[in-house]
DNA sequence: TGGAGGGCTAGAGTTACTCTAACTTATTTT
DNA sequence: AAAATAAGTTAGAGTAACTCTAGCCCTCCA
């Protein structure tokens, strides 16, 4: 039930450095410790991480996402404003997935022109 | 057939600064300049921003976009290399839309929980 | 007991912008 | 004609989000 940083950094995929560097900025909780000073984690830590996380990989800035945090704790009467945020930031990823599309089928563009001029380039005399 | 940076940023949707910046970076050709030293493009630049464009969507660090444009300037000896490049960058993009997909489902998740909360919330006394 | 392994902090470095300051030039507007 | 507006120029500072370094502490196992 409790986990060390390396193995918090190993389910979640974030580096020591930056679980800290989240801490840190306040869009992690503050984590118990042990006599050492140690940080000790628990499952839930885990779930806040992989939350960031996927918040930070539609593009959300960290600033933001304390915002997301800091109204989570303070309650169900922020619920619909979360649920805004939510939203647009669905909208925001699926944005995201069109222009990705987009730039695949350019560079498969790109590789067909390149094989076209290679396959012409190994014809030569 | 000759823009302003004005019109090459609107056309692009990159900022002037970025575009100079780029340029700075040597991801970009040196555009001729008029007799008050104001940059002047053509429609082939416009190609040239575009490319990069695509490239950076990727998360190809600029210092790699410059190689491949030295390669590009270097001619078709370098094709083959080029060619895998772009491979390895399209392989990327696909990781990326998968990735994307799954943050989708997961905000879509939150969502429906959120939507859960919101309407037991609504019927309390 | 000593060395490997992990953790800690503070702070420097990196990437890719992004903006500011201070200036010139060109075009409108009064 | 003078002034305001808009666009351009450079050099360089600032920012976000990591990412790494230095220097130290603690513990565990041979």
Partial sequence: MAYTMKE?????GASPHTLRFYEKEGVLPIPDRDA???????????DCVDTVQA?????????EIKQY????????????????????QKNKVEDQ???LIK???KLN??????DAQESQFSKLP
């Fill in 8 to 12: 918090v950094a190993e389910r979640t």
């Fill in 69 to 88: 945090v800091e109204l989570y704790k303070s309650g169900e009467q922020t619920l619909p404003l979360r649920r805004t945020m939510l939203v647009v």
């Fill in 97 to 99: 997935i069109a222009r």
């Fill in 109 to 114: 563009y790109k590789l067909a022109l390149v």
């Fill in 36 to 46: 050492n000073g140690v940080r000790i984690f628990n499952e839930h830590y885990i």
């Fill in 103 to 105: 730039t695949l089928e």
């Fill in 55 to 63: 918040l930070r990989s539609t593009g959300l800035p960290l600033a």
